[in-house]
């Protein structure tokens, strides 16, 4: 077991965890707990809030102190072109949505609670929002507070490293990401500043085809982004316990081997389901839409087969079924090449497809 201190939290964990968004089966998660794992990553819209109350049937049977619960909550009135937080954000409505998790967790408290998806500096620093967090912290709902980002990584880490109000921070990081530099700078300032810092995405996709016929080395990957000291622990999705020991095999050599580095190699400028959220694209769509995010909705859909998640992302953009119907062409061009309209079009038929479709 390799483990690292998770910034000034001073837990001691692991450096692989488990993102449990896609698990279902209470009997994986007990396994991961004998294996070794301690902390679990969940949030309060996984799976229509099912995932939070298979978390809380497992862990009712086990001592608190022997797991770490993190969940994550995200915010109302986010401006979809800017990332800010606005006047609709309401903190109240975070507050209920958190009491809502700890109900379904059969909890007191959580270890983490995360903001989830900031993806602005504004965002970082929305002044209501830290006040309802603060408030929350010392009422001991949460012993640490964090966030978690998908777009703009450096730039939010980088604010939030100045702020020094949080403790944690769950960003994507895998050796597909264009911004490498600035990425490792930022989290580099972040941990210097005692920040706990948690990867996801680190399999960037695991495919690099909608069928999953051609699979990326997803061990040399989670290897690679654990080969950052400032990168506490990662949360691989393993759904199965062929994965769950594949994902905790890595600690048995954290180098790469030369096998490994050449699929790196090979993977790393070749298009894969992970969108890099370079945002490029923002202000090349004649309609604004938030093309990262419905990027996220397709890796979701075809590289991890979490379709309650796809749908419940896509619905919230507010989108009608068929955003780029009225365009001769499309104006975006991708850096990675992808036919945006057309995963566009795939992902937005999300919005009709009815949720009773997905379990209650």
């Not at 104006?331 to 009773?356: F, H, L, M, N």
């Amino acid at each position: 077991m390799v483990y690292r201190t998770l910034g000034r939290t001073g837990l001691r964990i692991p450096v692989v965890s488990m993102g449990v968004m896609r698990a279902d089966n209470p009997n994986l998660v007990r396994a991961a707990l004998d294996r070794g794992v301690v902390l679990f990553d969940t949030a309060n819209n996984y799976q229509r809030g099912n995932n939070e109350r298979m978390l809380g049937e497992v862990f009712k049977d086990y001592p608190r102190d022997s797991f770490i619960v993190a969940t994550k909550v995200k915010p109302t009135g986010t401006d979809r072109q800017t990332g800010h937080l606005t006047s609709e954000t309401d903190p109240e409505e975070f507050d209920r949505m958190f009491r809502t998790s700890l109900e379904r967790l059969q909890m007191d408290y959580v270890d983490i609670l995360h903001v989830h998806a900031l993806s602005s500096r504004q965002a970082v620093t929305y002044e209501p929002l830290l006040k309802k967090l603060e408030q929350i912290k010392q009422d001991g709902r949460a012993r640490f507070i964090g966030f978690s980002t998908h777009k703009n990584m450096p730039g939010v880490i980088d604010e939030a490293a100045e702020s020094g109000f949080y403790d944690v921070i769950l960003t994507s990081y895998n050796f597909q990401m264009a911004d490498w530099k600035e990425m490792n700078d930022a989290l580099e300032k972040a941990a210097a500043a005692g920040i706990g810092l948690i990867a996801m995405k680190t399999m960037a996709g695991a495919f690099f085809d909608n069928d999953r016929t051609r699979p990326i080395n997803v061990k040399a990957a989670l290897k690679w982004a654990l080969l950052n000291p400032n990168i506490h622990t990662a949360i691989p999705g393993y759904t199965s316990f062929n994965e769950l020991e594949e994902s905790f095999s890595v600690m048995e050599d954290l180098n790469l081997s030369d096998d490994e580095m050449k699929d790196l190699r090979l993977a790393r400028d070749e298009a894969s389901l992970f969108c890099l959220g370079c945002n490029d694209c923002l202000g090349q769509c004649r309609k604004g839409l938030s093309i990262p995010d419905l990027m996220r909705g397709y890796m979701y859909t075809y590289g991890y087969r979490a379709y309650a998640e796809a749908r419940a992302l896509v619905t919230s953009l507010g989108l009608p079924s068929e955003p780029c119907s009225d365009c001769v062409e499309c104006t975006v061009t991708c850096r990675r090449g992808y036919q945006v309209a057309e995963r566009i079009s795939r992902v937005a038929k999300w919005k009709d497809v009815p949720a009773d479709l997905f379990m209650a």
